[in-house]
DNA sequence: TTGCGTGCAAAGGTTTTGCATGGCA
DNA sequence: TGCCATGCAAAACCTTTGCACGCAA
C-alpha cells in the first residue's frame, strides 16, 4: 500500500502545499505542470488526489454542477477538525471559518440526530458578505 | 419568454409537487414518465429543471463526485428556511433535518461572520447512524 | 526482480446543444 | 401563423479504467 515515492506525487504535493490552502482542480494542476515543462497525466493527478484524499492530506469539494471538483491541501488533518467551508453562490469565493458554534453544532447533530458531520467535506453555499451587500435588492 | 404551458412542463411539475420534499435526480424522472407511459426526453427535463431553478420552484444541490445532481421542489420558501441536508458519505443516504440548532448556527453566521448562508443549497456530509454502527471498527 | 506508478487512450456517466418537428396561443 | 417547446442524437465535460511500459525498492 501506498509504499512508492514517485517524482510525480511529490511534485504534485509540493504543489498543493504551495498553495497555502487554496483550492485548485485537477484540470488547473494539469496545466500548472504542463506549463513547467514537467507534464503529468491527468489520470495519474486524478488517482493521485484520490489517494491524498484517502489519507486526508487533501480536501475534495464539488462546488456546483457540471463543475469540476476542488482540491486543497490539508497541513494538520487535526486542527482543522473544527473548520469549515464557506463558499458564496454568487462569486463563488471559497472561506474558511473556525467557530465554536459550528463545533457546538456538530456535536448537536451527532449526539441528537445520530449523524457524524464531516466539516472536511462539507461546503456551506450562501451569498458572501461583499456580494450580499453589492446585491441588496437585486436577490439575482 | 416562458410563455408557453405544455403537457410535459406541467407533468414535471405536478410530479416534483407530489413528492412533497423529497430529492429526485433526472434519471429518476425521465424514469418515472416513460414507466407510467408518458416520456419526456431527457433534454426536455434539464430544460425544464433549469427552467423552473431559474424561477425558484427547484433547487438543485449536487451530492457527490461524479454523481448526478439531485432537485427538489420548493413550495414555500419560507418555510423550508430551517431545513437542511444531511447525506452519509457511505451509504449516499440522505435526510433532511429541521432544527433550532441549525438556524442558529446560520443566524451566528450571518451575524458573525457576514455570510448569509442558504439552507437549501447546502448539503452536510458525514456517515449516519446506521454506517457509524456497521464501521464502528472497520472503517470501510 | 517484483510489483506499484505512470501515461495514453478509451470508456463511463451526466449535462448541454443542434436541428428538425410538433404544439400552444 | 409565429414562435416556443420537444425529442433525438451528438457533443461536451469530468472522471475512471485497461493495458503496456517504466521506475522505486
Same mark, same amino acid.
Given at each position: 500500500?501506498?509504499?512508492?515515492?514517485? %517524482?510525480?506525487?511529490?511534485?504534485l504535493k509540493d504543489y498543493l502545499r504551495s498553495l497555502a490552502? =487554496?483550492?485548485?482542480?485537477?484540470?488547473? *494542476?494539469?496545466?500548472?505542470?504542463?506549463?513547467? @515543462?514537467?507534464? *503529468?497525466? %491527468?489520470?495519474?493527478?486524478?488517482?493521485?488526489?484520490?489517494?491524498?484524499? %484517502? =489519507?486526508?492530506c487533501?480536501? %475534495?469539494?464539488?462546488? @456546483?454542477?457540471?463543475?469540476?471538483?476542488?482540491?486543497?491541501y *490539508?497541513d494538520?488533518?487535526?486542527?482543522?477538525? !473544527?473548520?469549515?467551508?464557506?463558499?458564496?453562490?454568487?462569486?463563488?469565493?471559497?472561506?474558511?471559518? !473556525?467557530?465554536?458554534?459550528?463545533?457546538?453544532? !456538530?456535536?448537536? *447533530?451527532?449526539?441528537?440526530?445520530?449523524?457524524?458531520?464531516?466539516?472536511?467535506?462539507?461546503?456551506?453555499?450562501?451569498?458572501?458578505?461583499?456580494?450580499?451587500?453589492? @446585491?441588496?435588492?437585486?436577490?439575482?
Open positions: 500500500m501506498n509504499s512508492y515515492v514517485t %517524482r510525480q506525487r511529490e511534485a490552502g =487554496e483550492h485548485v482542480n485537477a484540470e488547473d *494542476i494539469v496545466g500548472h505542470f504542463a506549463a513547467i @515543462g514537467e507534464p *503529468i497525466g %491527468r489520470a495519474t493527478v486524478y488517482r493521485c488526489l484520490s489517494m491524498l484524499e %484517502r =489519507e486526508g487533501v480536501q %475534495r469539494y464539488v462546488t @456546483g454542477t457540471h463543475k469540476a471538483s476542488c482540491f486543497q *490539508i494538520a488533518p487535526e486542527e482543522t477538525h !473544527e473548520h469549515f467551508h464557506l463558499q458564496c453562490e454568487r462569486c463563488g469565493t471559497l472561506q474558511h471559518v !473556525e467557530c465554536h458554534t459550528l463545533s457546538d453544532m !456538530e456535536r448537536h *447533530i451527532r449526539q441528537s440526530h445520530g449523524f457524524d458531520v464531516n466539516p472536511l467535506r462539507t461546503v456551506l453555499y450562501g451569498v458572501c458578505h461583499d456580494c450580499g451587500q453589492a @446585491g441588496m435588492k437585486g436577490k439575482n
